[in-house]
């Protein structure tokens, strides 16, 4: 069904592309940004004329500022805005992983897997199979779409669609332990690991070399093997050694997966940390930047680099704030009000890291909110991989404000007004802790 729409989708791009322009508008995430160089290529392969734009979310206002003279295409969006949609008068084309709530205009074609109860893959995965359906010579976008499932964290769906964009990628999959880079000296992927962190490990250079004396992994000719080197053996004393050293503070489940590596700029690269490098260079602003990154542009590779490592420096200032901030906290929830002290675009990064924090208990509640000009981003996470659904919870909250969400059972977003920032957080705490006299 999901190739059938995607043929559908084409046809009809064909034919429209001849008498209007066609403009695609994507997200600024990983997956939104590998969404973006994806189709791009395959239109401009294709002999398309197009404009392309990364926008961080989408709202009522801009979607009445859309001109009907285009046609619409939206990559990683739209899925939850499709009432607004329905007034354009014009064509519109949806390639998104998202859940669909409302009614599905005739206007819209909407590539939603999710829609039509198919493999759960991520928007540069459609995108993707999108460009191969279009011609094979595409099929060296495949690592983008491996990059943005991991982007996504959906890689654990290993199911036969995207096994299939493995196989075109070429992608080395090594059972291990999720720590990235898997491909740098591994003392150093250690001492810097802070997803997941480990205690007495993670920043301490001393711990580091402690554990990889009593995973009996030694320094060979003056460096230590990256992660993915490793032999299975070796792999396995270094699970046994980190398990123990964390005394319970991090579970097994959460710290063995697939470790997935792509070739990128001629060099085999952890798609996880080509995911979090492109993920910062749209977090601080600068999405063109991680495009020209994905395109494998030289210059834009350089730039992302250093993008990186202030987005890191960024995040570690962030973090600090939040250990030594006021939080509002209630039975299994806490709420940060980060105000103008954490960018809005790395909040859910924040989140998201706290989230997978030993620190917090399994199923909290963690809710983050930060400004972005005259609005408020709010970004909520369930600690660990059990818990309430956070995209039902902001939803009971925003719903009456005349917002919308977006997001997943696990982690969900929303935009809400500034002047409503006390009423939300007091709504907010209503519904949490009502949530919990039911649980």
């Known amino acids: 069904m999901l190739i059938e729409k995607i ?7 064909d034919e429209v592309s001849k008498s209007k322009r066609l403009r695609v508008i994507s997200h600024f995430d990983t997956d939104g940004i590998t969404s973006a160089a994806i189709f791009s290529k395959a239109l401009s392969r294709w002999g398309k004329v197009f404009s392309l734009e990364v926008v961080k979310g989408l709202d009522e206002d801009f979607i009445k500022e859309l001109s009907d003279q285009d046609v619409l295409i939206f990559l990683d969006l739209a899925s939850g805005s ?43 995965a459609i995108c993707y199979l999108f460009a191969r359906e279009l011609s094979l010579e595409n099929k060296d976008l495949a690592k983008l779409a491996v990059i943005g499932t991991v982007g ?11 096994s299939s964009i493995l196989e075109d990628s070429e992608t080395v999959v090594r059972k291990g332990i999720l720590l990235y880079p898997s491909t740098r000296p591994l003392d150093k992927t250690l001492e810097f690991s802070s997803n997941p962190y480990l205690p007495g490990v993670s920043g301490s250079r001393a711990g580091v070399l402690e554990l990889l004396r009593d995973a009996g992994i030694v320094n060979e000719n003056g460096r230590y093997k990256a992660l993915y080197e490793l032999s299975d053996e070796e792999m396995s004393k270094l699970i046994t050694a980190i398990l123990l050293k964390s005394k319970g503070e991090t579970s097994e489940d959460g710290l063995i997966g697939n470790l997935f590596l792509v070739k990128f700029f001629n060099k085999l690269e952890d798609a996880r940390e080509l995911s979090a490098l492109i993920n910062a260079c749209s977090r601080m602003d600068y999405p063109e930047i991680a495009l020209g990154f994905c395109l494998g542009n030289a210059f834009y590779r350089e730039e992302a680099e250093k993008v990186y490592i202030n987005y890191k420096q960024n995040l570690v200032a962030a973090l600090k704030y939040v250990s030594e901030s006021e939080k509002v906290e209630g039975k299994d929830y806490m709420i940060i009000n980060a105000r103008d002290k954490i960018k809005d675009t790395i909040i859910g990064t924040v989140a998201s890291i706290l989230s997978h924090s030993p620190l917090y208990k399994e199923g909290l509640v963690i809710v983050a909110l930060s400004y972005n000009e005259d609005k408020i981003k709010v970004s909520a996470r369930i600690a660990g991989r059990q818990g309430r659904n956070v995209r039902d919870l902001l939803h009971k909250v925003v719903l009456p404000m005349g917002g919308e969400v977006g997001g997943h059972p696990n982690a969900a977003g929303c935009l809400i007004s500034k002047e409503k920032e006390e009423e939300f957080i007091g709504e907010l705490r209503k519904v949490l802790e009502l949530e919990v006299v039911r649980v």
């Open 82 to 124: 499709l009432d607004a949609l329905a007034d354009k008068k014009t064509e519109v084309f949806i390639f998104d992983h998202h859940e669909v709530v409302q009614e599905v205009p005739s206007s819209v074609h909407l590539v939603n897997p999710s829609y039509e109860g198919e493999e759960n893959l991520c928007s540069a």
């Open 152 to 162: 996504d964290i959906l890689e654990r769906n290993m199911g036969k669609v995207f």
């Open 7 to 13: 043929q559908t989708a084409i046809e009809r791009i």
